[in-house]
């Protein structure tokens, strides 16, 4: 149903496991590889002997988008991938990847990752806690799962900016203003990474935020002033009928 409303799409290519690395334990990629039949990786990660193959996918997508400056629309999600383990339907962390990969081969030195999914990314924040050369700054309902991202979780390169259940555009729009855009533009990124996900909409079941389509439209627009290149990777978003009108919608925001 996403790739239906783009038909201009264009297919990403698998992660190698020299990308995966870059972020993840050895151990982890092999059992992640090793799976050949259903299994519970955790109380929220289902895995089967496919998952391999598509969080390959989902994370070498990620890797061409933040080197060519387009929005993967990847599943699954990765923010909650921890380095030695799968976490709250993410196997690989996506947009982590995506940004020690372009940081390679582009020659980039500072990348900022801004992530205003409804969950905080504590996968994200603990793969780059301890790295000056990525800052990471999180939009999130708190508290809430995965139970991160307090309002104390601070860091030089890791903000973040929880936000109470019910908060809607406005909401969002000021805190933006007041601790997203000034804490980029101290870090001044050449490269700026969206983990751009939707389940803050008014209508996700899976979340209590009331983020319209015009709310996300504005929260991608202003990312887009953020850094000289942008790009962004699918994070959640769970009312799959809405799903490709908000993603029209931040596409909208990144082009304007």
Sequence with gaps: MLLERFPDYRRGRPATDDELLLCHSRSHVERIGAIDDWTLLDGDTIASATTDEAARLAAGTAIEAALQGGFALVR???????????????????VAIAARAAQRSLGIERVAIVDFDVHHGNGTEAIFL?????????????????????????????????????????????AFARAVEPAVARFDPQLVLVSAGFDAHVDDPLAHMRVTADGFR???????????????????????????????????????
């Design 76 to 94: 699954p999600p990765g923010h909650h991938a921890l380095p030695g383990r799968a976490m709250g339907f993410c196997i690989f962390d996506n």
């Design 130 to 174: 301890d790295d000056d050369s990525v800052l990471f700054v999180s939009l999130h309902q708190w508290p809430f799962y995965p139970g991160t991202g307090s309002p104390d979780d601070q860091r030089e390169t890791t903000v973040n900016v929880p936000l109470r259940a019910g908060s809607g555009d406005a909401e969002y729009t000021e």
């Design 218 to 256: 504005e929260l991608t627009r202003r990312c887009t002033q953020l850094g000289p290149r942008v790009a962004a990777v699918l994070e959640g978003g769970y009312e799959l009928e809405t799903l490709p009108g908000l993603v029209a919608a931040a596409i909208d925001g990144f082009s304007s």
